[in-house]
Nanobody, 128 residues
Framework: QVRLVESGGGLVQAGASLRLSCAAS????????MGWFRQAPGKEREFVAA????????HYADSVKGRFTISRDNAKNTVYLQMNSLKPEDTAVYYC?????????????????????WGQGTQVTVSS
C-alpha cells in the first residue's frame, strides 16, 4: 500500500520560508510524476507545482511562480516544496500527490485526476 507523508508545515509570518517534504513508502515512485496541491478553507483544492519523474521538467501555478520550487530525491523517494516569500494567501493545507500509472511520462500533470496517490496534508499558516 502506497503511503505519502507530508511534513514541514507550520505557522510563519509573511515573507518567511518553509520547506515541505513528502516521503513515499510502500512503492518506489521514482518513475512517476509528483505534485503539490493546496486547499484553503472554503475553497477547492488547487494545483501548486509538479515535477516529472526525472526532475527535468517542472510546472507551477502562476500564484507561486518565482517563489516556490519543487524538487525530488528519487534515491529517498521524497519530493520537496521550498516556499519563499510566503504570503497570507498561501495559507492552506498542502497535499502531496503522486502519479502511479504513467511511468517515465514526460508530461508534468497538473490536474487533480492525474494523480493516484495522496497524502493527508500539512497545514501552512502565514500571518500578516
Amino acid at each position: 500500500q502506497v503511503r505519502l507523508v507530508e511534513s514541514g508545515g507550520g505557522l510563519v509570518q509573511a515573507g518567511a520560508s518553509l520547506r515541505l517534504s513528502c516521503a513515499a513508502s510502500g512503492r518506489t515512485l521514482s518513475s512517476y510524476a509528483m505534485g503539490w496541491f493546496r486547499q484553503a478553507p472554503g475553497k477547492e483544492r488547487e494545483f501548486v507545482a509538479a515535477i516529472s519523474w526525472s526532475g527535468g521538467s517542472t510546472h507551477y501555478a502562476d500564484s507561486v511562480k518565482g517563489r516556490f520550487t519543487i524538487s525530488r530525491d528519487n534515491a529517498k523517494n521524497t519530493v520537496y516544496l521550498q516556499m519563499n516569500s510566503l504570503k497570507p494567501e498561501d495559507t492552506a493545507v498542502y497535499y502531496c500527490a503522486a502519479d502511479g500509472t504513467r511511468p517515465f511520462d514526460l508530461r508534468v500533470p497538473r490536474g487533480y485526476y492525474d494523480y493516484d496517490y495522496w497524502g493527508q496534508g500539512t497545514q501552512v499558516t502565514v500571518s500578516s
